[in-house]
């Protein structure tokens, strides 16, 4: 395969395709921008289809394969499809404390599926997840990464009936979208003017040092 | 004096609803300490916070200064934010990235400015999509206002600085794990020697790696001086630090209180912090520093929140939080949940950590569901002594990094002040608390 033909474009909208080139270029290698990059094509696709694999492994210069094998590491990259709305239940000590597996037991009864799994229409993935930092608000859940705290059977009730209406849709975005804030231009001072300004203080701070 | 009277110094402004917006911060005195930092030498920064001993806030404890001071002199250094809070019940860096993003920047390029790196990057756990949004928002605003990118505030300093999203893994708030996933990899903690980043550090170039609250506290420092943080607080222990409590309290939530002058009884019961244990239950446990540290009983709760206090009672600070377990807590469990955590998080590359947690939580979870034997106990100590041997304090280690040497913590708590309660469930044929 070739990366300097860009093997496997094509796959990633014209527009997110212009985004993923402005990622790779905020590092100085581009592998660094294979994490966000998996997020991107998740942003478009919901999970990380085979053909946004291919793309991302030409645009940061690995094969497909290293890039499975690196987002299979994390937990929020998906390799197979998961339903509009990925619902993680935390079950760490801090919410455990304050009934979480009970909770749990109420989602899945109201969902219809166990933790691992989709509902059959597609819309909801359960997940039992590790600790999601809201502890203040124990027992707490995240939607695509929302964090709704101090849950109850019915509020959750509610909170289904509400995404389901898309009554949720301005704060809950569909699987996949992470940060709807884009950053504004990429890199603002080049590497060689850097590295001028650094040398130029350490011969300032060298010459102070002499002289004290 | 009380214990919420010391000055608040990374939550100032969270009681605003707009927090974290640039015009907030700049009516709150917002980027000053910057503006003073770029009127000093570099080395005169550094020399400040070397002196108010500001000791790391993400679970480790090292000096800020002394990590800074370890750099490898080298045309291209890198300073790299370690925002994947993921240490269980730790809660804290979520606020502070959410609530005051622009005082985190203002400390990113402070400290940038200090050891002259060449870009900071911003790693911020991918699961905190809010607190993404607004770091990326307060960046954006930061650049249009002059205070990152190119020539800050006229000063002749450059530097730019890239919003990192993680992935979802524990194990990249280990620093040369983090350095890693940021390296576009899968996140394997880094064998050691070398022991710091300041050597090796990202793209095998010299790297300090500082946690959000402890760069959050730069700006107050430049502001303030160094005198004035070391009036709070005693010993190594100086300033104020953030404590995320949570479990059976009535009001879990994270505070700000000066080191040492607060002990963990003020933190639980005062009615301006914790507000006590709802139903007037008594208290069985506390997990201090999160889920790697040792547990503590109601005999330790006249205890300082010190770091060198609480390291000599045989835990730590850790991560700043705090959980409490009331007279109701099934510690077996708590202690199999865990351990349940380590299992699910260990990252693999180790023998003892990977295979180990998977058995402790198969036997935790055997005794919790009634089919435990009375030799399961001593079982659990021998396999916690495999991760770290002698099962002491601060723990042996077996392993690349301290994920496995902390697993054996809240499993010997509960074996060592609870024996009874786990042969209990032996006798009983299950967990007693239903």
């Known amino acids: ?212 | 004096m009380t214990v919420t009277d010391a000055p608040r110094i990374v939550t100032s402004r969270l009681g605003y609803e707009d927090s974290y917006t640039l015009e907030r911060y700049l009516a709150t005195g917002g980027y000053e300490g910057l503006r003073k930092a770029l009127g000093m030498r570099p080395d005169e920064v550094a020399a400040e916070v070397d002196a108010v001993s500001l000791l790391g806030r993400g679970g480790a404890g090292f000096p800020a200064g002394r990590k800074w001071s370890m750099l490898r002199k080298a045309p291209t250094t890198y300073l790299v934010v370690n925002g994947d809070e993921s240490e269980p019940a730790t809660f804290k860096d979520h606020l502070l990235l959410e609530g005051d993003p622009h005082q985190l920047i203002e400390g990113v390029v402070i400290a940038a400015y200090a050891i002259q790196a060449a870009r900071a990057f911003v790693y911020v756990r991918g699961e905190f999509a809010l607190g993404l949004e607004r770091v990326q928002a307060a960046l954006n605003e930061a650049y249009e206002h002059g205070a990152v990118g190119r020539d800050i505030f006229g000063s002749g300093f450059s530097l730019d600085i890239v919003v990192h999203p993680g992935a979802g893994a524990y194990i990249c708030g280990e620093e040369t794990a983090l350095l890693e996933s940021l390296e576009g990899k899968r996140g394997f903690p880094r064998i050691k020697p070398p022991y710091f980043p300041a050597a090796i550090g990202l793209y095998g170039e010299p790297t300090v790696v500082n946690n959000v609250e402890t760069l959050s506290n730069l700006p107050w420092v430049l502001v303030n001086g160094s005198a004035a943080f070391t009036a709070l607080g005693a010993g190594r222990s100086t300033g104020t630090r953030l404590f995320a409590l949570a479990g059976h309290v009535a009001n879990p939530g994270v505070y700000e209180v000066e080191m040492v002058k607060t002990t963990f009884r003020d933190l639980i019961y005062d009615d301006a912090l914790g507000g006590g244990i709802p139903g007037g239950r008594g208290l069985k446990a506390i997990i201090p520093g999160g889920v790697s540290a040792p547990w503590f009983g109601p005999q330790h709760l006249d205890l300082p929140l010190g770091q060198d206090e609480v390291g000599e009672q045989g835990s730590m600070l850790g991560s700043g939080s705090v959980v409490v377990m009331d007279d109701s807590t099934c510690v077996v469990r708590a202690a199999w949940r865990i351990t349940r955590f380590f299992w699910r998080e260990s990252c693999g590359q180790c023998t003892p950590c990977r295979e180990g947690s998977g058995w402790l939580e198969k036997v935790l979870r055997r005794i919790e569901d009634g089919a435990g034997r009375e030799s399961d106990v001593d079982l659990l100590m021998d396999l916690c002594d495999n991760l770290a041997p002698g099962v002491s304090w601060p723990p042996q280690q077996t392993t690349i990094c301290v994920l496995g040497s902390s697993i054996p913590s809240s499993i010997a708590s509960a074996v060592r002040m609870f024996r009874d309660d786990l042969l209990v469930h032996v006798k009983e044929g299950g967990c007693p608390h239903g």
């Open chain 1, 1 to 212: 395969m070739s990366i300097a033909t860009g093997a496997g474009a094509g796959h990633l909208s014209v527009e997110r395709r212009a985004r993923a080139v402005e990622l790779v270029a905020l590092y100085p290698h581009p592998r660094s921008a294979l994490i966000p990059l998996c997020h991107l094509a998740q942003e478009q696709d919901g999970w990380l289809r085979p053909e946004a694999v291919e793309e991302i492994a030409g645009l940061v210069g690995v094969t497909p394969a290293e890039v499975v094998g690196t987002a299979s590491f994390y937990e929020m990259l998906h390799t197979e499809p998961v339903g509009t709305y990925v619902v993680s239940v935390c079950t760490n000590i801090a919410c455990m404390l304050k009934g979480a597996y009970e909770l749990l037991e109420h989602i899945e009864e109201r969902l219809g599926v166990r933790p691992g799994s989709t509902t059959a229409d597609g819309t909801f993935t359960l997940e039992d997840t590790e600790c999601i930092a809201d502890c203040g608000r124990a027992p707490c859940l995240a939607v695509n990464h929302r964090f709704v705290g101090d849950v109850t059977p019915a509020s959750f009730d509610q909170l289904v009936d509400d995404l389901r209406a898309g009554r949720r849709a301005d704060d809950i975005p569909p699987h996949g979208t992470l940060v709807r804030v884009r950053r504004q231009g990429g890199l603002a001072v080049d590497e060689a003017t850097v590295e001028a300004e650094r040398r130029a203080m350490a011969e300032r701070m060298a010459a102070a040092e002499g002289s004290s």
